[in-house]
């Protein structure tokens, strides 16, 4: 049944969509081969629950709340591979894998955060080579004995302070060596949870500090080609729900002055926030953005991306202002109450929709309109596309990267739980 509905259902849709969006003056063709260049980095925490694989036994801190307990995590490199792999295999497109440091592939080795090389990421580097996958990088600020009382890069401790400056020297090295050996760029996110959860007497302080330890972090040059800084901002967390020392003013403004990318997360900023409303502004001042594409429900909870309003907002601003090429997409969510496989597979795949939905907007017509002050022809466009058939483009977009058209990859991942994840206990 599958393989008839590819060879007749699925181009036949596709040739009416093509010609009910070339009645608007887009080009299927072109957006789908603009999709096809553009990669997702999954974020590798959404299969163990931010765990990381250091073999320290530590609980989460830094106000990072994995919750639910559906069975099947990951709980080995090997195991976490064969999950992405799974993943990858359902996702259409060639995409990229973003990795933490407490990811370290330590071997029983007892070496700390600070003292971390290639040496500790260098099978990471080699499965991303055999998989034809790019690596992002990100230190780890949590989830360490330094870091548990929330403070890192802000602590008034020097000796700690200077611990976590070390950490992340060590991090912009190996995302150097992981953009050189894999012959791309690896763009490096700075996050720390640093906050306090009452009203702080000073919030001068930690600020100063922070401000201190990142330009000591950044000293050394490294060659862009291979590797990207960015900063990442935070309204609160658990734990910091009354002062955020990385707060967004204070990225904003770090970024700007230092030439940094700037981290926009779609799950730090207040709940009536929409970042996609932040892109055009920030990117003026700015050589780049990296996306954190999530969704937070109340909170920063970081639920699974949906084909959603906020979310097709976010990738509409990127095509409308042709900011793609200077944008890095990468995804953060982890979600423990349902099969992790499907959470990656639906949020990654709900991003690629959202994109290929923006691609496909009319944007000459609108734009057209808006320039001559046509604003009801502006609006009525707006309304209209969306009852476009865009689900028969999305279809012959996985049809043609040879992975599950529409449902099909349930199955998939159902067969998966089955044979490898009811395994794990």
């Known amino acids: 049944m599958r393989d008839i509905l590819l ?23 072109v957006a789908l081969q603009r999709l096809a260049t553009k990669p997702i980095s999954l974020h590798c925490w959404q299969g163990d629950d931010v765990t990381g694989t250091e073999n320290t036994g530590r609980s989460l801190s830094g106000g990072i709340q994995a919750t639910g307990s559906y069975p099947g995590k990951s709980r080995t490199i090997d195991e976490l591979r064969a999950d992405i792999e ?13 990795l933490h440091a407490c990811y370290a592939d330590l071997g029983g080795s007892k070496v700390d955060r600070n ?8 099978s990471w580097i080699d499965w991303a ?44 090295r190996i995302s150097y060596e992981m953009g050189r050996q894999l012959g791309g760029t690896s763009v490096m996110n700075m996050w720390i949870p640093d906050g306090f959860k009452d009203l702080p007497a000073d919030r001068k302080s930690p600020r100063l500090r922070l401000e201190k330890s990142l330009d000591a ?63 055009s502004s920030v990117l003026q001042f700015v050589p780049g953005l990296l996306l954190h594409v999530s969704r937070g429900v109340r909170w920063d ?28 997409i990468g995804l953060d969510f982890f979600d423990a109450s349902i099969n992790r496989i499907a959470a990656w597979v639906i949020g990654t795949r709900n991003a690629l929709k ?17 320039n001559a002050g046509d604003f009801t022809t502006r609006l ?9 058939p865009f689900g028969a483009v999305w279809d012959e977009y996985c049809s043609r990267q040879n992975v599950p058209v529409g449902s099909a990859w349930i199955a998939e991942v159902k067969a998966y739980e089955k044979t490898v994840l009811a395994s794990r206990k």
Not at 115 to 122: G, I
């Open 301 to 328: 909870s970081d639920h699974v991306v949906l084909f959603d309003d906020p979310t097709r907002a976010i990738m509409e601003e990127l095509v409308r202002g042709d900011f793609l090429d200077r944008t890095f």
């Open 7 to 29: 060879k007749t259902h699925i181009p036949n849709s596709y040739t009416l969509a093509k010609e009910a969006y070339a009645a608007y003056g887009v080009n299927t063709e």
């Open 354 to 370: 959202c994109l290929l939905f923006a691609l496909l907007e009319p944007s000459e017509q609108l734009r057209t309109a808006e």
């Open 115 to 122: 003292t971390y090389s290639v040496t500790e990421f260098q």
């Open 217 to 279: 972090l950044f000293t050394e040059t490294l060659d862009s080609r291979h590797h990207l800084d960015a900063v990442e901002s935070k309204l609160f967390g658990i734990g910091s729900e009354s002062y955020v020392a990385g707060s967004h003013e204070f990225y904003l403004g770090y970024a700007t002055s230092r030439q940094k990318l700037y981290c926009l997360d779609a799950g730090h900023f207040h709940p009536t926030e929409q970042i996609a409303d932040k892109i």
């Open 129 to 172: 080579k055999k998989n034809k996958l790019g690596l992002d990088f990100n230190p780890s600020y949590f989830s360490h004995p330094l870091a548990s009382d929330g403070l890192t890069l802000t602590h008034p401790d020097s000796g700690i302070r200077q611990f976590w400056i070390e950490h992340g020297i060590a991090c912009r």
């Open 380 to 388: 009525a466009l707006l309304e209209e596309v969306k009852t476009l």
């Open 86 to 98: 799974k993943v990858l295999s359902l996702v259409p497109g060639q995409h990229r894998l973003n």
